[in-house]
Every structure is written in structure tokens, then in C-alpha cells.
């Protein structure tokens, strides 16, 4: 695959294969159908199938096509939240344990990644969430004090020491999580399906799932290509979910989150995060950076991509960030330009749903998708074989349809295409 036929540069430069294979079916029916071939869908099926559950998954285009073949690659712990705000908001039973849980997601990831030997350009340096400014610092100072209280290694580092990490003195200071890390997600994903199959698993690609119904204790899934009959189905769609399941798709907002690469950089770039740790900031649009194995320098924020990987808004944006922030490298060129979806919930939690009788889904991860997918398809395979529910890292919800989110997201995207205006000039 070229990058110019691939849906991200993590699509073309993923070191696992492909794997593409039509909708076989038959009279037999399987334990679990799973719809949707990212993270949650995968690590739902490895799961499953390591716990002796027979799996179908079902993915509408290619495996990690949609949020996890885009992704960031940043393996970051828990989420963007400060963690007194997630024990504030799910309470002191949930609180603590969803932080710990997700505190934890990292090793997972990287557990899985040594276990299955994927190949995905795997580092554990850590990663950094700089200051974009004085304020920046302070939620830093708040947030270093509650990680130090629940004894993580997270370390606050000053302007000075941070500059050293990151190559430019231009961030006020920064947070280095030592638990995290970063991947080509891709490769993660791709690995998970061979994990998968190699376990037991089925998996149809180009296969879009149409319609689901449940009949006799057995939920058909149609599609264009057949039918699946299955005991429980899981819909791990999060962002790209569409209507299949009446009104899921209005329980988040959707956002963009774009990235552009350059092409691989020599001697003259062995300042910017010589520990190849990833980078996010503290800005109210978030911005991102990190250097991948083969020494592109990527940099993206939120919205889409405009124009194309060398010319238009966005290109004009990415080349100004980095004349910006790293002086001293020099005018770049660009490899590849790419945006994802994003499902922010209303307070930036994620979710886990019971639609109806043994169909779940896991939804709203807020640009966290590496972890929590993960995290979430381990869950729900231990729903699916007697998990105590009480045991989960957070409370079974009921939908809750936000009207404003097709509004709010038009709003988000208008924002956010004016700030790589304003920062392109």
C-alpha cells in the first residue's frame, strides 16, 4: 500500500499486515458477533475467544479504519480529566477504581503488545503534557499533586527541565507520565486481529452491518452480504458509530482531530524529543507532537484536515507550528495528512450501555481510544462470561441522547477551522 491509497500514515507503515477477508456464513450460530474491527471490537474478541466464547467480527471496511488506524498513537493513563475530577463526577466507589483501572491501561496495552509480539514501534519513555502557558502550569501543579497522593509516577518538571525533553524552550513546563508511551496504533490494531484470529476468532472485512434484530434468544445481524446469528453482539463503533442501534450516534459529540507528517528528518532534528516521548498540551484546542520510528515529526490538533498534505490551510498551519516551536530545524516537508473522528461525551466520560439482552456497547471515549478500547473489550468479554457488574470500572448506563450534539459539533468544527486560520498567518 502507498500513502497515497492508505487512510493515515499509520496505515501505510504499519509492520503487521493487513488482513481482508469476505462474510462467510452458515446455518451455525456464534456466541458473540462483534461489530467493528478498532480496538474495542478486537480486544473484545481476543477476549472472548481466550475465554472459550466462539466470535464473529463484523467491520464494514478495513481493520482500524476508522478512530484507531488514525489515532494519535499516544498511550497515555486513565484520562485528559484531572483525576479529582473523575473521583468527583463518578463518586467515591466508582471514582477511585475507574482512576486506578484506567491508571493501569498502559501496562495492559503493553502487556498485550509483548504477549502477541505486534509490531508497532512500541516505546515506554513515558509522555508529556506541556504547559501551553501560565495557566497551564497551574492545572499542571494540581494535577501532579493528586498523581503524587495516589503514588503514580508522574513527575512535574519545570520550563527549563521540560525544554530539555522536548527540544524547545517554547512550553512552561510539563507533566512526563512514566506509566505511558506510544505506538503506531495501526500495527497495535492490526496485531490485536491476528491475536484474535489466532485464538479462535472470525473476521469479515467489508462487511457493513444493516440491521439487528432479536428473536428466540438469538440476535440476527444483517448485513450486505448475509447474516450472522449470534447469543450476544457488541457494537464497538464509538465515534463512527451510524444508525444501526436507534439514537447512539446522538449520545456524544463528534469531533475531528487532524495530523500532518513530515518526511523522515536527519541529524538536524535529534533535539525534538530525543526520548521519542509523546506530547499533548494543556490549550483549550488541543495540540500534539511526536517523533515516529522512521524520524517524521508529527504535529495535529483539532478539526480537519484542509487542503492537502502540501498545500492548503492546514499544511500552511503544521509548517508555522513547527517554524514556531523548533526554530532550528528548518522549512519541513510533509509525508502525509490525515483526520480522524473523535466522541466527546458531555462530561468527558466514557460510557458502557446494555441496549437491550446481551447487547452492549462501550462508547464515548473523548480521544483516548488505545487504552479505553482495550480496557473496555477486556470488560465487556467479562460481562459476556459472568462478570459481577458491580466489578465494573464504571456504572451500566442508560442512552442519553444529546440534542444539541449535531449543533454543538458544527460549532466545534467552525472553531476549529478558524484557529488553524489565525495560527496559519
Not at 473489550?377 to 459472568?386: D, M, N, P
Request: aromatic share 8%; charged share 20%; glycine share 12%.
Amino acid at each position: 500500500m502507498t500513502t497515497s491509497d492508505a487512510i493515515s500514515l499509520w496505515d501505510a507503515s504499519a509492520q503487521e499486515p493487513d488482513f481482508l477477508a469476505p462474510l462467510e456464513t452458515g446455518d451455525a450460530v456464534v456466541d458473540v458477533a462483534v461489530i467493528g474491527g478498532g480496538f474495542t471490537g478486537l480486544s473484545t474478541a481476543l477476549h472472548c475467544a481466550e475465554k472459550g466464547l466462539s466470535v464473529h467480527v463484523i467491520e464494514a471496511e478495513q481493520i482500524g479504519y476508522g478512530g484507531s488506524g488514525r489515532n494519535v498513537g499516544l498511550v497515555n493513563a486513565a484520562l485528559w480529566l484531572p483525576p479529582q475530577k473523575v473521583r468527583e463526577q463518578l463518586g467515591q466507589t466508582y471514582g477511585p477504581r475507574f482512576i486506578k483501572r484506567f491508571g493501569q491501561g498502559p501496562e495492559k496495552v503493553f502487556s498485550l503488545i509483548e504477549k502477541h509480539q505486534i509490531r508497532c514501534e512500541v516505546t515506554r519513555t513515558g509522555t508529556i503534557h506541556a504547559a501551553h502557558g501560565p495557566s497551564g502550569v497551574v492545572d499542571l501543579r494540581k494535577r501532579h499533586k493528586e498523581w503524587q497522593r495516589l503514588g503514580e509516577p508522574v513527575d512535574l518538571l519545570s520550563r527549563e527541565e521540560v525544554s530539555g525533553l522536548i527540544g524547545t524552550t517554547h512550553f512552561h513546563g510539563g507533566l512526563v507520565d512514566r506509566r505511558c508511551g506510544t505506538i503506531n496504533p495501526m500495527g497495535y490494531c492490526r496485531g490485536l486481529a491476528r491475536a484474535a484470529l489466532g485464538a479462535g476468532a472470525r473476521i469479515s472485512t467489508g462487511v457493513r452491518a444493516t440491521g439487528l434484530e432479536r428473536k428466540d434468544d438469538l440476535w440476527t445481524v444483517s448485513t450486505d452480504q448475509g447474516v450472522v446469528k449470534a447469543r450476544a453482539v457488541v457494537l464497538g463503533t464509538n465515534a463512527y458509530t451510524d444508525t444501526l442501534w436507534p439514537d447512539l450516534k446522538r449520545t456524544f459529540t463528534m469531533i475531528h482531530y487532524f495530523q500532518l507528517a513530515t518526511k523522515p528528518l536527519g541529524p538536524e532534528a535529534d533535539h525534538i524529543l530525543p526520548g521519542r516521548q509523546g506530547l499533548w498540551d494543556t490549550g483549550q484546542i488541543m495540540f500534539n507532537i511526536r517523533r515516529d520510528a522512521h524520524d517524521r515529526l508529527l504535529v495535529g490538533s483539532m478539526g480537519k484536515v484542509v487542503g492537502t498534505k502540501d498545500r492548503g490551510l492546514s499544511h500552511r498551519w503544521a509548517k508555522k507550528q513547527i517554524a514556531r516551536i523548533f526554530p532550528r530545524l528548518g522549512p519541513v516537508e510533509f509525508d502525509e495528512a490525515w483526520h480522524g473522528k473523535i466522541a466527546m461525551t458531555p462530561d468527558h466520560l466514557p460510557r458502557i450501555h446494555e441496549l437491550d439482552t446481551n447487547l452492549f456497547t462501550s462508547i464515548g471515549y473523548n480521544g483516548r481510544g488505545i487504552t479505553t478500547g482495550t480496557i473496555f473489550g477486556e470488560t465487556i468479554a467479562g460481562l459476556l462470561t459472568g462478570m459481577d457488574r458491580a466489578d465494573l470500572p464504571l456504572p451500566m448506563t442508560r442512552l442519553a441522547p444529546v440534542s444539541s450534539a449535531p449543533f454543538v459539533s458544527r460549532i466545534y468544527q467552525s472553531a476549529f477551522t478558524t484557529n488553524q486560520i489565525i495560527k496559519a498567518i
